[in-house]
């Protein structure tokens, strides 16, 4: 039996083929980077992700999903995406690429986010090279049309 966020995850990635997106970004906060994000936005990240702690992003890609969380999240992380294919990235880690640094190494444009849920530091790591493709993208409807 295939597991839940899997299916759910398989139905986003054939819409981001549809849209002809290769990656895209699920960040757990709120336009205004509050601390505890709102209900509203976290949704999306849990509503495709196993991992149910308050910090993490969720990179999906074609072939996979990942979801980045700090030492705080590990052992937490490790447990809730037990049983799907979801793959920890150990944010912080030596030898662990950022999402920018690895949506780059691995060509993954054009990319969709929400840069309205990103800092502007975040923002600039993302679009530290304007030669790749970086869309306007939210998939929250998905989460609404339940």
Not at 26 to 39: G, K, R, Y
Not at 53 to 72: H, P, W
């Amino acid at each position: 039996m295939q597991n839940l966020f899997d299916s759910r995850i398989e139905k986003l990635q054939a819409q981001m083929r549809k849209d002809g997106l290769k990656a895209y970004v699920i960040p757990a906060t709120d336009p205004h980077m509050s601390e505890e994000c709102t209900a509203y936005f976290a949704r999306e990240r849990f509503y495709f992700c196993p991992f149910k702690g308050s910090d993490g992003t969720l990179l999906v890609t074609l072939d996979g999903y990942f979801i980045y969380t700090d030492g705080r999240f590990w052992t937490e992380a490790e447990g809730d995406i037990k049983g799907s294919s979801c793959i920890l990235m150990y944010q912080g880690k030596e030898g662990v690429l950022s999402i920018p640094q690895y949506v780059k190494q691995n060509n993954l444009y054009p990319l969709g986010l929400d840069k309205k849920l990103l800092s502007r530091q975040e923002l600039a790591a993302y679009f530290a090279d304007d030669t790749h493709e970086i869309r306007q993208a939210s998939y929250r409807h998905m989460v609404d049309d339940l």
